[in-house]
């Protein structure tokens, strides 16, 4: 258990991961020897210079690769300032209030500090980047993770955030090397870049989703995720995407190399697989995600349970729900139930509708009494007063590529662990690097550490940012619940837009709930939690 808690925290940073990346997988081909240069003819003393004689098939001249060269930066800041005064200057704070839809677009935006003016040169806010960073590991190196510490107790928009800190934000020992081996095959198959070999004679066998095949020797093999068509799942046919094709050509190369494992090894690669994938691919097209899930389907471990639990509640897409809640028809319920039911009060709609859904689609009706609450509860989108002061939860967002520095320690903080992924924060103005070129690591006053993870997003999704050249103007978000103390008259708004306006209209938790009830009993009540239990006989309390 203490393993699969490691590769929680590998698999869920906010920009972990799709950041991660090795170096780049680009072989070049070999240029063919240049054809000889023919004898030059003999001429006894010219009486005027000749012409040199045409040479034929002359040799391409190809310049050797250069190092580009090293950036000086302006570092200089006030090492005896107080570290409150060495934070990112704050964004200015925005009109908020409950969301009402399910809008993403609508849901409020925290940012790690205020957007740079439009008119800044790139190479300035590159040199405001790493003098950032310096600041930051100026802060660090007299406690771990001072600087985090010092931004949230001054940022009411980030203090209620989930950021994990200390051992609970680092991944150590064999963890990190293999994620960092699992984020290098995502991301050559993500480039394209599969170098084709023969494949071994006798191929390790696959565990089906049901469990492993294990030899008597008690050796494990690798699990090497060649995609399945489960009997009991005949619906989720073979994804043959490019990506997944590339994808289980890596591994088999990967795994013939390596050959039979121990127990523990193969437990290590199957966990940063799952790992690896769920996070780089969380926003990628729904085919590709399609692929997620019955890549998910093939892996039998407690992880990728919870992870196509996940899918289920929070994909956007019916088709990618649909699947993943096909394949949890045979997994243990225990391994993914906390989840559901967790969504059934999460603070934006859609989830807990799908969360409803969900266990209704999985015929769980051992779970009517956590639906019979959700039916007495109120909206859990209203403030809560507690003894010093009110409250409320919220989803919030967070743009994947521009708070880098929110997600992740730089390199310079702690003692650098080898195995790990390091990549350059992204600046804007500069265009981001394709998945075939890999992170950049060249400039090491920009360099974060991806074994330090601050954040874990709930899920990711898409948006369009206007105005976003270089950058693609499909960027990808991160989403979060945060609590945040409210204003007597913030509280007071949040109860006006949330209570029904007229007598006996539901609120979108408790349609859901009734919903589901209807679903799963064939029964109907009247829309209360009374009625419902006097129907079933479920006394309160249960």
Known sequence: ???????????????????????????????????????????????????????????????????????????????????????????????????????????????????????????????????????????????????????????????????????????????????TAAASLVRQAMSGAVQVVTPPPAPQPVPSFRGFSAPQSGVLPVVSFRVQTADAVPELAIVTQPFWKRYVELCDQEDSARGRTDKATAEHITLARVSALTQMLAAEPVETRLGLVKYLTGVPHVESTKALARM??????????????????????????????????????????????????????????????????????LPVAREKATSVREMVKLNHHRNCLMCHAPNGTGTPNPNALTAEVAVEGQPLPSPSQGYRQDTAELLIRLDVTYLRQDFSATLTVPDAHPWPEEQRFDFFVRERTLTADEAAEYVAKLTPKEEGVLSPYHKAAVTALRDLTGKDAAPTAAAWRKLLGVPRGE
């Open 1 to 179: 258990m203490a393993d699969s808690r490691k590769w929680v925290r590998v698999a869920f940073g906010a920009f972990a991961v799709v950041a991660l990346a090795a170096q780049p997988y680009d072989p070049q081909p070999d240029l063919p020897p240049a054809p000889p240069l023919p004898d030059a003819p003999r001429v006894s003393q010219p009486s005027a210079p000749q012409a040199p004689a045409p040479v034929a098939n002359p040799p391409v001249m190809i310049p050797a690769p250069t190092a580009p060269p090293a950036r000086r930066f302006d570092l200089a800041f006030d090492k005896k300032a107080d570290a409150k005064d060495l934070l990112p200057v704050a964004p200015k704070a925005s009109a908020r209030g409950p969301v009402t839809n399910d809008d993403l677009k609508a849901i409020p935006e925290v940012t790690f500090a205020a957007p740079t003016p439009k008119e800044q040169a790139v190479d300035k806010r590159v040199n405001e980047a790493a003098r950032q960073i310096a600041k930051i590991n100026h802060v660090n190196a007299k406690k771990h993770d001072a600087f985090m510490a010092t931004l949230l107790a001054n940022r009411p928009d980030l203090a209620g955030m989930p950021f994990a800190m200390g051992d609970a934000c680092r991944s150590t020992g064999e963890a990190v090397k293999h994620f």
């Open 312 to 381: 289920a509640i929070y994909s956007a897409e019916v088709d990618v729900r649909d699947a993943a809640l096909a394949a949890l028809k045979v997994r243990r319920e225990k391994d993914y139930t906390d989840i559901l039911v967790t969504g059934l009060r999460y603070p934006w709609p859609a989830v807990a509708r799908r969360s409803a859904e969900a266990i209704t689609k999985l015929e769980r009706t051992d779970l009517i009494p956590q639906l019979l609450t959700m039916l007495e509860a109120t909206d859990p989108r």
